[in-house]
């Protein structure tokens, strides 16, 4: 492994505000707390990303949009020095996607903003002959090679798989593709909603009315890149015992189907085709989101304890022993009928009261939040998982991202930096890697990088 190699200014990882809607009563008080706290009691935390645990790996960052991206922002969050390697004059196509018009069109789309930060950016045409030369010389001093392509785009630039082993054979190659490297399927374009649908996600997702439904974020993109982002570190820790690489065939329709094994057992093991249930859980009742005075509440009573207790707190005691309710089993089959009993009850109170009644009663349960509300949890603050840093191309405008869901060594991990400009670190990446100053001019006058 080499040794570690210089990145980006840290910013610190610090908390930010949650938006809150006027009248908002769900996130309440834990909310107004954080607001008033502010950020002073976060002030012993340490400055910049607390993880570093692939230090001195560096991974060359190839791929587009969201799956790939994706993995090579969470291999940066552990610690790597990840290298985005971009087309000349357009780059990532998130660089054009997102939310907001006057940043798209600067080339820091939201959606490249969400999982580019600290991130260097390396403008390269790997489609000249003078491109190839510099991304040879970059692999043989990379540790990680990441590409989102369709197959067998790499090897018809040159890159196959056979001659990058032989430039560097302790290089860690891994090629993320919506149906994998093989297969009749192969060379098909898959975007999320694709993958959901094949997969069969979108088939038990939403009410027996509404689906298929897809999910109301990008999951199988997401899933994709966190089982890259897992097998390159299981292949680097292979690498350090035996000094030799290994080629990644990352299937993002596979991983979703893997991700389902729940779901997937019931008709392999039990032959029982899933469907649709809207919120309600196939394995249990009651156990789904139920209707309060004021909003929805998430209960999830599994165990017959903690339907006890609930109907306990609900000062409802005889359902516990109603013959339609009294099992597992009896309540699955009665499922409409408990909820209706149940909401009769909850009804009477706001999803914060009840809240309140059952969070200290051994029986899960919660609020359903919205994605602002969820930010502005005070659990969300406390462990630091959002995190600011500057926005590109100055001003005074900072940028809040979301950093890992991991903590090392009992503290928060962020981005060590901001997301980068398009070719921002051209000449200090292809410095490091031996091109001198009349080179780089060079290849810059050629439209190279």
Known sequence: MPPERPGQAGASPERATGERAPGDAVVGAALQAFEDAGRAHRADRPAGPTADLLAGVRVLDLTNVLAGPFAGYQLGLMGADVVKIEVPGSGDLARNLGGDPELSARGLGISFLAQNSGK??????????????????????????LENFRPGVL??????????????????????????QTGPMRGRPAYDQIIQGLSGMMSVTGTAESA??????????????????????????????????????????????A??????????????????????????????????????????????????????????PELITDERFATREARKQHRGELTAELESTLR???????????????????????????????????????????????????LRVLGSSVHVDGRPVGPVGRPPELGEHVDQILTEVGYTADEIADLRAQGVV
């Open 120 to 145: 260097r950016s390396l403008t390269l045409d790997l489609k000249a002959p003078a491109g190839r030369e510099v991304f040879e010389r970059l692999i043989r001093e990379a540790d990680v090679l």
């Open 155 to 180: 090897e018809r630039l040159g890159f196959g798989w056979d001659v990058l082993h032989e430039l560097n054979n302790g290089l860690v190659y891994c090629a993320v593709s919506g149906f994998g």
């Open 212 to 257: 298929p439904t897809r999910t109301g974020f990008p999951i199988a993109d997401t899933l994709g890149g966190y089982a890259a982002a897992f097998a390159i570190s299981a292949a680097l820790v292979k690498r350090s015992r035996t000094g030799t690489g290994s080629f990644l065939d990352v299937s993002m329709l596979e991983t979703a189907v």
């Open 259 to 316: 991700a389902m094994g729940w779901v997937v057992s019931d008709y392999l093991v039990a032959g029982r085709e899933p469907r649709a249930m809207g919120n309600e859980n196939a394995t249990s009742a009651p156990s789904g989101t139920f209707a309060t005075a004021d909003g929805a509440l998430n209960i999830a009573a599994n165990k017959q304890e903690q339907y006890v207790e609930l109907c306990t707190v609900l000062g409802r």
């Open 348 to 398: 009477e109170r706001s999803a914060v009261e009840w809240d309140e009644l059952l969070a200290t009663t051994g029986v899960p349960v919660a609020p359903v939040l919205t994605v602002p509300q969820a930010l502005g949890l005070d659990q969300v603050a406390e462990r630091s998982l959002l995190h600011e840093v500057p926005m590109p191309a100055g001003g005074e405008r900072s």
